[in-house]
């Protein structure tokens, strides 16, 4: 049952990764090949290339993989404090949502 549950929540997530994507002018499979939407994610951000060095990281990873998503969330304009605490605590409704 939490097999399934899972599955469930990782296409719902995939699927929103995959709109955000397109929203952002990229192809909506970028967003769902693991490493690859990262990278992406950081280019459309301008961030520089050695934060996904910083994703391999322990302990630091977590602090970037947020701030990654933060910033990518902000660049759709959405600065709302419920919009922030969704993609940090339940990032699959984040991602459904925005996409």
């Not at 280019?43 to 996904?52: A, D, F, P, R, V």
Request: proline share 2%; aromatic share 18%; glycine share 10%.
């Amino acid at each position: 049952m939490i097999l399934i549950i899972f599955i469930v929540l990782t296409i719902v997530a995939a699927y929103g990764f995959w709109m955000l994507f397109e929203k952002a002018g990229r192809k909506g499979w970028e967003g769902v090949v693991p490493i690859y939407s990262q990278w992406v994610q950081s280019k459309i951000l301008g961030k520089k290339t050695w934060h996904l060095i910083l994703l391999i990281v322990p302990i630091v990873n977590v602090f970037v993989f947020y701030n990654l998503y933060l910033d990518f969330i902000h660049c759709f304009g959405k600065r709302r404090i419920l919009g922030e605490l969704c993609c940090c605590i339940g990032s699959v409704y984040c991602f459904a949502t925005l996409g």
